[in-house]
Nanobody, 124 residues
Framework: VQLQASGGGSVQSGDSLSLSCEAS????????MAWFRQAPGEEREFVAA????????YYGDSVKGRFTISRDRAKSTVYLQMGNLRPEDTGNYLC??????????????????WGQGTQVTVSS
């Protein structure tokens, strides 16, 4: 299984950025997909997730209303559209795939496969 994240970069506060994560080696339609982020010295923080067979989207409190997660099944790709970025959004954004139950949607342990991530840096 490979999860290849891309789209990171350095932006200013208030800017927008779109991340992509292309999955291979798995049956994409049967996996829940998520984005986490991690700053140096910090634990992984839940950002957003999609369940495999539901249209329901889940978001971390700090990004709700600013970020949008979506997936393209034909391309086996999950996206994270980020708006109104803030310096505290800075971190390595990691794509994850798994079969979490509802209680583990928002924790790293709910996901079996991880990509290397893409760095997002937001300056004030």
């Amino acid at each position: 299984v490979q999860l290849q994240a891309s789209g990171g970069g350095s932006v200013q506060s208030g800017d927008s950025l779109s991340l992509s994560c292309e999955a291979s080696g798995l049956t994409f339609s049967t996996y829940g997909m998520a984005w986490f982020r991690q700053a140096p010295g910090e634990e992984r923080e839940f950002v957003a997730a999609l369940r495999p067979t539901s249209s329901t989207k889940y978001y971390g409190d700090s990004v709700k209303g600013r970020f949008t997660i979506s997936r393209d099944r034909a391309k086996s790709t999950v996206y994270l559209q980020m708006g109104n970025l803030r310096p505290e959004d800075t971190g390595n954004y990691l794509c994850a795939a798994g079969t979490p139950i509802l209680s583990t949607m928002r924790v790293p342990a709910g996901y079996r496969h991880w990509g290397q991530g893409t760095q997002v840096t937001v300056s004030s």
